[in-house]
């Protein structure tokens, strides 16, 4: 069942250590199915070196196990909880990435400083107001802050969740996000780093959306 999308997952996974976005067992990625609207999701404390696409685990929309013998991540109901309030978006990223992470434990917005992120996703990265952890109030928090159209978020004290139309593209902003926070910060050590002009954003923001790639 979903081989594809449990092989992007996995993949996914897998490349949250490698680019040095988590430690140990921590951070998650799942995808949705566009037709059926399962989710696939990491196992809860499995190391990621042994992920495997059978591993992933499927469920549905209320968090049902629908294939797999494992338990889902504990992060799953923050997950489900973006998919049923984002029709949108297929895929999501939890990281404690360090330099975003900063801004969380701050509660400091990432300013819309860096063009490469707000080509991306089309503005800074919003601050949640602080949440229970591994609950919907986390999920709720993060719904607030990016609204309809936002697609990451620092949570207050706690670490990062990204959105993409995939799991590929939850994970590319993940990515940026964390190469802008240290950059922003390298930055900062010299003076304030103000935000981009909002027109200028949502001009090359459109732009990036109908012309980069194939
Ligand atoms: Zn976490």
């Not at 360090?98 to 919003?126: K, Q």
């Not at 709720?140 to 949570?155: M, N, P, W, Y």
């Amino acid at each position: 069942m979903l081989e594809k999308l449990r092989e992007e997952v996995c993949a996914g996974n897998r490349e949250l250590p490698a680019n040095g976005l988590v430690v140990g067992t921590g951070g998650n990625v799942s995808g949705r199915d566009p037709d059926s609207g399962i989710v696939v999701i990491k196992p809860s404390g499995v190391s990621f070196d042994q992920l495997e696409p059978s591993s992933m685990v499927a469920v549905d929309s209320e968090g049902r196990v629908l294939e797999g013998d494992l338990k889902p991540s504990v992060d799953l109901g923050i997950h489900l909880y973006i998919y049923r309030h984002r029709p949108d978006v297929f895929g999501v990223v939890h990281t404690h990435s360090p330099y975003a992470t900063s801004f969380a434990v701050r509660g400091e917005d990432l300013p819309a400083a860096l063009t490469p992120l707000t080509h991306l996703i089309g503005s800074g990265v919003p601050c949640t107001r602080w949440a229970t952890p591994a609950a919907d109030d986390t999920g709720a928090a993060i719904i607030e802050a990016v609204g309809d159209s936002g697609l990451a978020a620092v949570v207050a004290r706690h670490g990062v969740f990204t959105m993409g139309r995939s799991a590929s593209e939850a994970l590319k902003v993940a990515l940026h996000v964390e190469e802008a926070a240290l950059t922003i910060r390298m930055a900062q050590l010299s003076g304030p780093v103000t935000a981009l002009p909002d027109e200028e954003i949502k001009r090359c923001f459109a732009w990036y959306r109908e012309s980069y790639g194939q």
